[in-house]
């Protein structure tokens, strides 16, 4: 088992002469062992971890300059769309959000002054799938950077590099550590001007990640693949029960053939997961609210991708910070109900929604 490096600083051999590491901000042996991890496992050659997901954005971000413009998707999660309105745009940055399932809307959106394309597939919360392959083209035809949040596919999943990312995001609160006890962001690249500006930023910022979150999650990275395995398998039962419920209206998840881009999904990635958005029948806000609170299994929980199963009401908590009319455009109505599908007994999981649909 990797070490837990519990420093802050490090014996130097002599002046301007130290043994690899010197302040624990700049560099940690445990940090630098799962720093390596993950950027093997994106197929990448370099790896940054951060505090949080929010902090790993914060970095790319802070790449930009002031006047320069990005181009993200219109069905984001609440904090990046949040981090990005009112941290960002007050430095002169511009964010334009575009229903990206038709990648026909980003080529419109673009301009001299467009510098970064930042794209979420799965979308949190509605499921939507983006077409890498297909942004990436767009990116390098305009010379714009494109980077990729794979928080809901992981890399078991999905490895963006390989269709043509330059930077993929990691909230590895997530699936990664698995098991709801690490806040973390990891960054990956491949590109080395962009991982010395990454470290740049991630030195000089200090948004770090503590040696012993990088061992929790070093350590849930090794049941990644079991894990996911399950997530998948729960999440297509879990999908299918739901959808002829006679309660709920539309069930999102990119496994069914009747998603808009599921030929996408199965091109780009080696399983649907385990994030499932339903919303109800009449669209009524306490009708959710209901339901949430009769769920017995699932808990009511912010975050997602652990291995026990969670349920949340987007509206009032992941998403609540998004303007009502910019997230119902995106479908984040009243009654929309988010579901992290873990790895228990599936029959236990769809007699919960069951009871709870009554």
């Known amino acids: 088992m990797t070490p837990i490096y519990q420093t802050s600083t490090y014996v130097q051999e002599g002046v301007g002469n130290h043994k690899g590491y010197e302040y624990s901000r700049t560099k940690n042996p445990t940090r630098s062992a799962l720093e390596s991890n993950i950027a093997a496992l994106e197929n990448c050659r370099f790896g940054a971890c951060f505090g949080s997901g929010l902090a790993a954005i914060d970095c790319v971000i802070k ?35 575009v229903g990206m399932s038709d990648t ?25 799938i983006i077409d890498i392959e297909a942004c ?24 963006p590099v ?25 960054l990956t690249t491949n590109n080395e001007a962009i991982a010395k500006e990454m470290y740049r930023i991630q030195n000089s910022s200090g ?29 297509e039962k879990v999908a299918q029960f739901l959808a002829y419920h006679p309660k709920v209206d539309q069930v999102y998840w990119p496994g069914f053939v009747t998603h808009p881009n599921h030929e996408v999904a199965k091109k780009q990635m080696n399983g649907f997961g385990g994030m499932i958005s339903f919303n109800l029948v009449g669209n009524k806000l306490e009708d959710a609210h209901q339901i949430v609170k009769n769920l017995k299994v699932f808990s009511l929980a912010e975050s997602l991708g652990g291995v026990e199963s969670l349920c949340g009401h987007p509206v009032t908590m992941t998403h609540a910070s998004i303007p009502k009319e910019e997230r119902e455009k995106s479908g984040v109505v ?3 109900i988010r579901l992290s599908v873990g790895i228990e007994d599936a029959d236990d999981l769809i007699e919960d929604l069951k009871n709870a649909l009554k």
């Open 136 to 159: 990436s083209k767009i990116a390098k035809a305009h010379n714009i950077l494109l980077a990729v949040d794979n928080t809901f596919a992981t890399p078991y999943l999905q490895t």
């Open 334 to 336: 009243d009654s929309l």
């Open 104 to 128: 026909s809307e980003i080529e419109a959106s673009i301009n001299t002054k467009t510098k970064l394309i930042w794209v979420e597939t799965p979308t949190n919360p509605m499921m939507n």
């Open 63 to 97: 790449m930009l300059n002031p006047g320069d413009e990005v181009i993200s998707t219109g069905d984001l999660y609440g904090g990046t769309y949040r981090l990005f309105t009112t941290i960002f745009a007050k430095y002169g940055i511009k964010f334009h959000f």
């Open 207 to 235: 948004a770090i990640a503590g040696p012993m979150d990088c061992f929790l999650v070093l350590r849930g990275i090794k049941t990644l693949h079991v894990r996911m395995e399950r997530h998948c398998e729960n999440g």
């Open 162 to 186: 390989d269709l043509g990312a330059d930077i993929v995001m990691h909230s590895a609160t997530k699936y990664l550590g698995g098991h709801s006890d690490v806040v973390m962001g990891i």
